[in-house]
């Protein structure tokens, strides 16, 4: 059964500083999906990770994703308030369109 | 509007009724899904179909039902609602790169 773990669940941080959101799934996965949520809405797509070495970027955020290491990581570059949201990582539940099992979600928040 | 919209966005039932969630997608993906997100649990798949009339349990089915006798509706149905189903329901279709795209949420509470 695949897990897929987010650390950290919390983090405050300053505008202007860097930081890392870590995803670490159980089993084998070639894919990786990055989603935001804010307050109250719904999932929105952020990143698709489809292969190792995989690097996307939009604007203050980049997404990795290591295969072998089953980590992908969400890098913010000098966060600003408006990335304050609910960040979640998931990943394929099996073989098929059965699904995606999603981290518990990283709660991020951008102070000034 | 083309996209993937839920029905109600709010809903408040009593235990023991029975109620219907309803979802409409306008892309004619083959691939739908129901997940429910409850604090401390993020979100669970509850069942999924790969395309009209193929459905399939998810991790957490028991007491709900759906169907999928078009491919752009797919209803899920408490068949007698408990409190702890109470808890913010996604519908979501897949487009290309297994990626999820989801509706706005519906709001169960079950009193």
């Known amino acids: 059964e695949l897990k897929v773990e987010q650390n950290p669940l919390f983090l405050s941080m300053q505008e202007g500083k860097n930081y890392t959101i870590y995803c670490n799934y159980s089993?084998?996965?070639?894919?990786l999906y990055w989603y935001r949520q804010d307050p109250g809405k719904s999932l929105e797509s952020l990143f698709v990770?489809?292969?190792?070495?995989a690097v996307k970027q939009e604007g203050r955020l980049m997404a990795s994703l290591d295969t072998k290491a089953r980590l992908s990581t969400l890098h913010i570059t000098a966060a600003v308030h408006d990335l304050s949201a609910t960040y979640f990582c998931?990943?394929?539940?099996?073989?098929?369109?059965?699904?995606?099992?999603f981290g518990k979600g990283t709660h991020l928040i951008i102070q000034p | 509007d083309a996209g993937i919209t839920q029905s109600p966005r709010y809903k408040i039932t009593e235990t023991g009724r029975q109620v219907t969630l309803m979802c409409h997608q306008t892309w004619s993906h083959s691939y739908m899904f129901w997940y429910r997100q409850d604090l401390g649990h993020g979100l669970r798949l509850i069942y999924y179909?790969?395309?009209?009339?193929?459905?399939d349990k998810g991790e957490v089915p028991d007491g709900y039902v759906v169907s999928r006798s078009k491919t752009e509706n797919f209803p899920l149905t408490l068949e007698s609602a408990t409190r702890s189903q109470t808890s913010v329901y996604f519908c979501a279709s897949e487009g290309g790169r297994g990626e999820a795209f989801f509706g706005q949420g519906t709001r169960l509470t079950v009193v």
């Open positions: 990770l489809l292969s190792n070495g």
């Open positions: 089993t084998t996965s070639d894919r």
């Open positions: 179909s790969a395309a009209a009339d193929i459905t």
């Open positions: 998931a990943a394929p539940s099996g073989g098929g369109a059965d699904g995606l099992t």
